[in-house]
């Protein structure tokens, strides 16, 4: 299978990022893997950067995903397009589940945490 040229994780918490890093890098199947603590950092990398791939927690401090996703919509369309959204969460509300499939923006609800097979499956649907 080929390479995915970049993956970004968005996550406040350090050990599930860096678990997630662990897990990606099983898979052999990134070049870069990015890795930022809050929305905000998120919102701040895309201006330099352009992820192939991004791993998006919903419950964090300040700016949540959800957050996240309005102000991902209201980015130029050369900063936003052809990214891939995955939501992360622990959230075993449904209503969390229904929003992510109604919004455009996110291509898959996961729970966390990630697995290889998880990877896999989602790089098959979406790349």
Known sequence: MNQIDHVLLVDDDVPTNF???VILKKTNRFKQIGSVLSAT????YLQVSRPNLIFLDINMPALSGWDFIDQFRSLPLEQKENIVIVMLS???????RKRAEICSEIQEFVSKPISVEKVEDILVSHF
């Open 19 to 21: 678990i997630h890093e």
């Open 41 to 44: 950092e998120a919102l701040d």
């Open 90 to 96: 622990t959230s075993m509300d449904p209503k969390d």
